[in-house]
């Protein structure tokens, strides 16, 4: 640990802590956003105009972690490793969900979309949380 950096750990704590909760409840929110409607015309783009707040959020909790992580000399535990590796997890997802909601859309097959969303959307929420503890 490094005690010069203890003032910057108690300012930087709180704040990702709320943001992992805003991340919790965008995740929430995309489920309600994905699951209800879909048939109406803005579908496709209320999800588009949700999903960048999703990912500055997630920034902001990866800018926190890592001036927290900076307070412990950026030693490899178990719950770095486990929020890295769940971070690489929900990129990946994100990344899968946009190519299929571009590819849903145009085929105009939203059904289907709604079904992968409701499964990562859970997904999503479950990592979030096994995140945080």
């Not at 640990?1 to 704040?15: R, V």
């Not at 590796?85 to 939203?110: C, H, P, T, V």
Request: charged share 15%.
């Amino acid at each position: 640990m490094n005690e010069h950096l203890s003032s910057l750990f108690a300012y930087t704590l709180p704040f990702h802590v709320i943001f992992f909760y805003a991340l919790v409840a965008c995740n929430i929110l995309y489920l309600i956003l994905t699951q209800f409607s879909s048939n109406s015309k803005n579908y496709v783009l209320r999800i588009r105009y949700f999903l960048p707040i999703y990912h500055m959020l997630l920034s902001f909790l990866v800018l926190t972690g890592l001036i927290l992580w900076a307070y412990y000399g950026y030693e490899f535990k178990f719950n770095a490793i486990k929020m890295l590796i769940i971070l690489i997890i929900l990129i990946a997802l994100s990344a899968i969900g946009f190519k299929r909601l571009k590819i849903y859309a145009a085929n105009g097959d939203l059904e289907k979309f709604k079904k992968f969303a409701l499964i990562k959307g859970f997904c999503d929420l479950v990592l979030v949380v096994v995140a945080g503890i």
